[in-house]
């Protein structure tokens, strides 16, 4: 019986710029406004991710104990008047930035931007606060390291730039014991300013709201951007085995540094990573799980970083099939390094992509972090497009060029804890 043709998915992918104004303080404002939702996001980013701290885990510490208690209200009074607008308040941090996202009804604008003003701008972190933070995260990370998986990740990390290098680096849990409230506020006042940062708001924005967000965000002290972090060179062990006492699995790490994503190379590089597991049936998983039962699930993807990026496979086997799994693999890598890819197969390959990038472009916050990343980048969402247009036109060929020009065998990092 012969299976019906894969259709080909034809998006609209006409995604509008954002409007950026640059406001007295010389932040930046980009809007993306709206009418189909009476919601509103903002986001505010600065480039104070852990790379750029000097201090063991001073970055995260701020970005977590901004809603801790403020000049005028302590931190159940922030959350309590969150909830009570229905107004939601999160937090990310990365090792280039930290994200902190606002949401809300756009007829509550005004007292949750209220609350907004206490949490970005004046933020008091209590002694009392930063202990209790301390101490939970202390215990966390002791916890979290006796997971195999967190263990892999972080050793991949190492093992791919270095235990000296800011994207390698992992601290022990102790250094929680000398962070200071003193630290967290200096990180602070010197990160958390209009130079260091920028500004992303979406939804229904009419004239009201923006003066609103322009008057909040024009609080933010100019200061002065933080100088450019010196990277130690990189430091790459190629293959690193981990001992863990009384594991039933073993967590595997497989890839290798490439670019960030501004490289010519960079979108052909994921459709490559798609194709060996990006979905649920890639190659990997049709191996590893469907033929072979080694695993739940597999994993490959491109990773991101402001100056460098990489291709990581990860996935868990039990530990009796480690060597097996690891074979199995490696023969998916060189399989596509060698054979060309079959156009029925690369055919899916550009609709899953091209679906799921519809999918994250379905609603106004979705289209905000598509901003995010495209100005962090340096491009408008004119680029969207593009990438929807090239990932349309790859070939066979241009597949197998590309996992033969970066995943040789000899280039790869294999870490396996377990």
């Given at each position: 019986?012969?299976?019906?043709?894969?259709?080909?998915?034809?998006?609209?992918?006409?995604?509008?710029?954002?409007?950026?104004?640059?406001?007295?303080?010389?932040?930046?404002?980009?809007?993306?406004?709206?009418?189909?939702?009476?919601?509103?996001?903002?986001?505010?980013?600065?480039?104070?991710?852990?790379?750029?701290?000097?201090?063991?885990?001073?970055?995260?510490?701020?970005?977590?104990?901004?809603?801790?208690?403020?000049?005028?209200?302590?931190?159940?009074?922030?959350?309590?008047?969150?909830?009570?607008?229905?107004?939601?308040?999160?937090?990310?941090?990365?090792?280039?930035?930290?994200?902190?996202?606002?949401?809300?009804?756009?007829?509550?604008?005004?007292?949750?931007?209220?609350?907004?003003?206490?949490?970005?701008?004046?933020?008091?972190?209590?002694?009392?606060?930063?202990?209790?933070?301390?101490?939970?995260?202390?215990?966390?990370?002791?916890?979290?390291?006796?997971?195999?998986?967190?263990?892999?990740?972080?050793?991949?990390?190492?093992?791919?730039?270095?235990?000296?290098?800011?994207?390698?680096?992992?601290?022990?849990?102790?250094?929680?014991?000398?962070?200071?409230?003193?630290?967290?506020?200096?990180?602070?006042?010197?990160?958390?300013?209009?130079?260091?940062?920028?500004?992303?708001?979406?939804?229904?924005?009419?004239?009201?709201?923006?003066?609103?967000?322009?008057?909040?965000?024009?609080?933010?002290?100019?200061?002065?951007?933080?100088?450019?972090?010196?990277?130690?060179?990189?430091?790459?062990?190629?293959?690193?085995?981990?001992?863990?006492?009384?594991?039933?699995?073993?967590?595997?790490?497989?890839?290798?540094?490439?670019?960030?994503?501004?490289?010519?190379?960079?979108?052909?590089?994921?459709?490559?990573?798609?194709?060996?597991?990006?979905?649920?049936?890639?190659?990997?998983?049709?191996?590893?799980?469907?033929?072979?039962?080694?695993?739940?699930?597999?994993?490959?993807?491109?990773?991101?970083?402001?100056?460098?990026?990489?291709?990581?496979?990860?996935?868990?086997?039990?530990s009796e099939v480690t060597e097996a799994a690891l074979e199995e693999?490696?023969?998916?890598?060189?399989?596509?390094?060698?054979?060309?890819?079959?156009?029925?197969?690369?055919?899916?390959?550009?609709?899953?992509?091209?679906?799921?990038?519809?999918?994250?472009?379905?609603?106004?916050?979705?289209?905000?972090?598509?901003?995010?990343?495209?100005?962090?980048?340096?491009?408008?969402?004119?680029?969207?497009?593009?990438?929807?247009?090239?990932?349309?036109?790859?070939?066979?060929?241009?597949?197998?060029?590309?996992?033969?020009?970066?995943?040789?065998?000899?280039?790869?990092?294999?870490?396996?804890?377990?």
């Amino acid at each position: 019986m012969m299976m019906p043709p894969i259709p080909t998915v034809q998006p609209n992918v006409a995604v509008a710029n954002a409007e950026c104004v640059t406001l007295r303080n010389g932040m930046k404002l980009y809007i993306l406004s709206s009418d189909d939702f009476e919601i509103l996001r903002l986001t505010c980013l600065f480039r104070a991710g852990s790379a750029r701290q000097t201090i063991p885990f001073s970055a995260s510490a701020t970005a977590n104990l901004l809603a801790e208690g403020s000049a005028r209200m302590t931190a159940r009074e922030i959350s309590e008047q969150l909830d009570f607008h229905g107004s939601y308040f999160d937090v990310n941090i990365d090792r280039d930035y930290s994200y902190i996202s606002f949401a809300m009804l756009t007829k509550f604008v005004d007292p949750t931007l209220e609350v907004a003003a206490e949490i970005l701008l004046h933020p008091t972190f209590p002694e009392e606060e930063v202990e209790t933070y301390r101490l939970k995260r202390k215990q966390r990370l002791k916890i979290d390291r006796q997971k195999v998986d967190v263990r892999a990740r972080e050793a991949f990390a190492e093992a791919m730039f270095g235990k000296e290098h800011p994207y390698g680096i992992s601290y022990a849990e102790e250094a929680y014991d000398t962070l200071t409230r003193e630290d967290v506020e200096h990180f602070y006042r010197t990160h958390y300013t209009a130079s260091n940062g920028f500004a992303v708001c979406s939804g229904r924005v009419g004239e009201r709201e923006r003066e609103a967000l322009i008057a909040l965000l024009e609080q933010f002290p100019t200061g002065e951007a933080p100088e450019t972090t010196q990277f130690p060179p990189v430091e790459q062990q190629h293959l690193l085995r981990i001992a863990h006492e009384g594991a039933v699995q073993s967590s595997i790490r497989i890839g290798r540094r490439l670019f960030p994503r501004e490289h010519p190379d960079f979108l052909g590089m994921q459709v490559v990573a798609a194709a060996l597991g990006g979905y649920f049936g890639s190659r990997l998983m049709q191996n590893l799980r469907e033929e072979h039962g080694f695993t739940y699930g597999v994993i490959s993807a491109l990773v991101n970083f402001e100056r460098e990026g990489y291709l990581a496979i990860a996935t868990q086997v039990g530990s009796e099939v480690t060597e097996a799994a690891l074979e199995e693999i490696y023969r998916e890598v060189e399989r596509i390094r060698t054979e060309p890819i079959p156009e029925e197969e690369l055919h899916l390959v550009k609709n899953i992509m091209t679906g799921e990038m519809m999918r994250i472009l379905d609603g106004p916050f979705g289209i905000a972090d598509v901003t995010i990343e495209n100005i962090l980048c340096g491009r408008t969402n004119d680029i969207i497009a593009e990438n929807v247009a090239r990932i349309r036109a790859i070939t066979p060929d241009e597949v197998q060029r590309l996992a033969a020009k970066y995943l040789q065998k000899e280039d790869l990092i294999t870490v396996i804890v377990g």
